[in-house]
């Protein structure tokens, strides 16, 4: 099982920058990938970023506006930590975020499907103001 706390979220000007932290617990962890996804309100929830497990492959959403570029993701499996910093933010990037992990997932890879994750986060609320 893997337990998963976010934290880091909270309100911040356009063009601000915010570093998003995932704790993790449990022993799957050092085995799962993790993604990072996000919703905002009266939309679907949507994929931003993962991580692979071994090697530290990253991956991000390929959207027309996308947080390739704004957004890192990283993980820290001696602390079983991941991080989404965002930097440029903007005010569509309100939403409330979510890391879940993939504990079926190979070693070098993090799948972007929703229905690949089996643990999630209650999630942290970023409001980023005009």
């Known amino acids: 099982q893997v337990q998963l706390v976010e934290s880091g979220g909270g309100l911040v000007q356009a063009g601000g920058s915010l570093r998003l932290s995932c704790a993790a617990s449990g022993r799957a962890f050092s085995s799962s990938a993790v993604g990072w996804f996000r919703q905002a309100q009266g939309k679907e929830r949507d994929y931003l970023a993962g991580v692979s497990w071994s090697h530290g492959n990253t991956y991000y959403a390929d959207y027309s506006d996308s947080v390739k570029g704004r957004f890192t993701i990283s993980r820290d499996n001696a602390k079983k930590m991941v991080y989404l910093q965002m930097n440029n933010l903007k005010p569509e990037d309100t939403a409330v975020y979510y890391c879940?992990?993939?504990?079926?997932?190979?070693?070098?890879?993090?799948?972007?499907?929703?229905?690949?994750?089996?643990?999630w986060g209650q999630g942290t609320q970023v409001t980023v103001s005009s």
């Open positions: 879940a992990a993939d504990s079926n997932s190979n070693t070098k890879y993090a799948s972007n499907r929703q229905s690949d994750y089996d643990y």
